[in-house]
C-alpha cells in the first residue's frame, strides 16, 4: 500500500540534543512537508521541498533543518537552537505543482523534550 | 498577517443535527485551493473537500458540502446529519503558489463535540 512512514511515533529528546524525524513515501510524490502541531493548536509550515535536492523555509524554520536527497525522503532534524521543540510532527507530501491536489499525510511524530 | 482564519476553538452540535464551521481567508492571488481536513483524536489527518477558486458550485462529498463565498473569501464546512464519529478536530486549509512553489497552509482548527 502507497502512504507516508514517520518514524518513530514516539522521541524523547534531552535538552541540547539533536533529533532527527524520519519520513518516507512510496507515492511518487515529487513535494513534501513538514508541519509542527502544538496542543489544541493548528498545523504550522517548517520546511517544504518541491523537487529533490531543493527545499524553502517556511513559517517557523528557526531551529530546524531538512535534507532532501532522496525523493522518497525528508528526514527533519530538530536542532539544540529549537528552545520549544515539544510538539506533534506531521510530514505530509503531494503530488507536485497542482492546486487542486490534498495533502498527503503520515501519522505523526510526538516529540517530548525530557 | 493569518491567512486563514478559524474563529470557532470549540462547536457544540446535538447528533443528527447540521453544523456550519466557519472559515476566512486572505490572498491576493487568483488562482488558489481551499480544502477541509478532520483530525480525530488519533492524530491522522484526514481530507474532507476541496473547492477551487474558479469552480462556481459549491463542493460537495457526501455529507460534506463547502459553502464557498469568494467575495467574502469564506470558506464554510457544513456537515449534514452529525454522528458521534464527526467529533474531531477540523482544520481548514488554503492551496497557493509562490516564490518557492506551492504550499499548503492551515487554520488554528475548530474541535467539534456532537452530543448524543
Known amino acids: 500500500d502507497g502512504g507516508i512512514t514517520q518514524s518513530p511515533k514516539y522521541l524523547f529528546r534531552k535538552e541540547g540534543q539533536n533529533v532527527t524525524l524520519s519520513c518516507e513515501q512510496n507515492?511518487?510524490?515529487?513535494?513534501m512537508y513538514w508541519y509542527r502541531q502544538d496542543p489544541g493548536q493548528g498545523l504550522r509550515l517548517i520546511y517544504y521541498?518541491?523537487?529533490?535536492?531543493?527545499?524553502q523555509k517556511g513559517d517557523i524554520a528557526e531551529g530546524y533543518s531538512v535534507s532532501r536527497e532522496k525523493k522518497e525522503s525528508f528526514p527533519l532534524t530538530v536542532t539544540s537552537a529549537q528552545k520549544n521543540p515539544t510538539a506533534f510532527y506531521l510530514c505530509?507530501?503531494?503530488?507536485?505543482?497542482?492546486?487542486?491536489?490534498?495533502?498527503?499525510f503520515g501519522q505523526g511524530t510526538r516529540l517530548t523534550v525530557v | 498577517a493569518q491567512k486563514i482564519t478559524q474563529t470557532q476553538p470549540g462547536m457544540f452540535v446535538q447528533e443528527k443535527e447540521a453544523v456550519t464551521l466557519d472559515c476566512t481567508y486572505d490572498?491576493?492571488?487568483?488562482?488558489?485551493?481551499l480544502f477541509w481536513y478532520k483530525q480525530p483524536s488519533s492524530g491522522e489527518m484526514i481530507f474532507l473537500i476541496y473547492?477551487?477558486?474558479?469552480?462556481?458550485q459549491n463542493a460537495t462529498e457526501g455529507r460534506y458540502s463547502l459553502n464557498f463565498q469568494k467575495a467574502r473569501k469564506s470558506a464554510n464546512l457544513v456537515i449534514s446529519a452529525s454522528q458521534l464519529g464527526d467529533s474531531a478536530m477540523y482544520f481548514c486549509a488554503m492551496r497557493e503558489g509562490g516564490t518557492g512553489g506551492f504550499k499548503t497552509i492551515f487554520g488554528a482548527g475548530t474541535r467539534l463535540f456532537v452530543k448524543a
Open positions: 490572498t491576493s492571488d487568483p488562482s488558489y485551493g
Open positions: 473547492q477551487g477558486s474558479y469552480d462556481q
Open positions: 521541498s518541491q523537487i529533490v535536492n531543493d527545499f
Open positions: 505530509a507530501s503531494t503530488p507536485g505543482n497542482e492546486l487542486n491536489t490534498e495533502a498527503f
Open positions: 507515492l511518487n510524490h515529487d513535494a
